[in-house]
């Protein structure tokens, strides 16, 4: 090889390494910014006490009563509880849950890129050596690991609190765990990455509409994981629709029906009729279907915030 190519050679590994550097400096820019907002603090600390509070109050034991139709009970009816930290009171209570964790996502994201534009700094930063492609991916990322951050909290707070209920109520099982992490990857995650993708995406194409993006985005999560499945009320839905609901409010009602309690005649005392509740609420979730076509929407979710980055322009008249 001539001293000309290994010369050459040289000098693009150092632009590699320098635009490496460049990226990670972006990236660790942003999570000091993040650290320093108190704001931040405020809504992540927020987030976690009201999940806290909001699990706490959906995973107080669900009774149920129901008629043994024979047996020693004698047809008297007998009394049990759903626990909500089980498979189908997770089925029952994460889409919930869920609207509130998309309603702050997009102001944790969306800002990454239109935060300089709406500051006035953009030009600045663009007259430095800064690669485009760090810029934005480097933003990109930094909300997105602060997103998951937040999906972690909602995670912590299900363990924590049915670990809590656990200790304190008779009867009360402990977290599967197992049911609890595939329905938090499968939904939480897969929500996460979305609602943050398009946040991201959609606000650097649109600087000017960011606002608006974000309002959108809320209301569309709000009407597809609570108005629906609410105007559905006991109809089936669409198998289609099951599978590929982003916000999981129509996933749950798809999966629900596996987790209904019919009872038998066996059944003569309330041990016995707690005792099979539990074992059909602690099913491990049907992951068939539904569960490949959330992680895939996540993932071409991924596909706009490629878009955006080749997309973005470097010159900008912000001062217009």
């Given at each position: 090889?001539?001293?000309?190519?290994?010369?050459?050679?040289?000098?693009?590994?150092?632009?590699?390494?320098?635009?490496?550097?460049?990226?990670?400096?972006?990236?660790?820019?942003?999570?000091?910014?993040?650290?320093?907002?108190?704001?931040?603090?405020?809504q992540a600390l927020g987030l976690f006490g009201f999940l806290l509070l909001m699990t706490w109050a959906l995973?107080?034991?669900?009774?149920?009563?129901?008629?043994?139709?024979?047996?020693?009970g004698g047809g008297e009816p007998l009394?049990?509880?759903?626990?909500?930290t089980s498979a189908g009171g997770l089925l029952r209570t994460l889409p919930i849950i869920l609207v509130v964790l998309a309603l702050l996502l997009p102001f944790v994201t969306a800002d990454g890129v239109t935060r300089d534009l709406n500051r006035r700094t953009h030009e600045l930063l663009m007259t430095t050596a800064l690669p485009t492609w760090a810029y934005v991916w480097g933003r990109y990322l930094a909300?997105?690991?602060?997103?998951?951050?937040?999906?972690?909290?909602?995670?912590?707070?299900?363990?924590?609190?049915?670990?809590?209920?656990?200790?304190?109520?008779?009867?009360?099982?402990?977290p599967e765990i197992g049911n609890v992490l595939l329905l938090w990857v499968g939904m939480a995650i897969s929500a996460t990455i979305l609602v943050s993708n398009f946040g991201f995406a959609l606000s650097t194409?649109?600087?000017?509409?960011?606002?608006?993006?974000k309002v959108v985005i809320m209301v569309m999560w709000i009407v597809g994981g609570l108005v629906i499945p609410l105007g559905l009320g006991g109809t089936t839905p669409p198998a289609w629709y099951v599978n590929w609901d982003p916000?999981?409010?129509?996933?749950?009602?798809?999966?629900?029906?596996?987790?209904?309690?019919?009872?038998?005649?066996?059944?003569?005392?309330e041990a016995q009729f707690q005792q099979f509740i539990l074992s059909v609420e602690n099913k491990v979730p049907d992951l068939a279907g539904w569960f490949?076509?959330?992680?895939?929407?996540?993932g071409v979710s991924l596909v706009l915030v490629l878009v955006a980055a080749l997309a973005f322009q470097r010159s900008r008249d912000t001062l217009s």
């Open positions: 090889m001539s001293i000309t190519a290994l010369a050459s050679t040289g000098q693009q590994t150092r632009s590699i390494d320098k635009s490496s550097r460049l990226f990670l400096s972006v990236m660790t820019w942003e999570f000091r910014r993040f650290r320093a907002s108190r704001l931040f603090w405020f995973h107080v034991p669900d009774q149920i009563s129901a008629g043994v139709a024979g047996g020693g009394s049990g509880f759903v626990a909500g909300g997105l690991v602060m997103s998951l951050g937040l999906a972690l909290l909602l995670l912590a707070s299900t363990l924590g609190m049915g670990w809590l209920l656990h200790l304190t109520v008779t009867d009360y099982p402990a194409l649109l600087p000017r509409l960011s606002t608006l993006v916000t999981s409010g129509i996933t749950a009602l798809g999966l629900l029906p596996a987790y209904a309690i019919h009872l038998g005649p066996t059944i003569t005392n490949a076509p959330h992680l895939l929407l996540a």
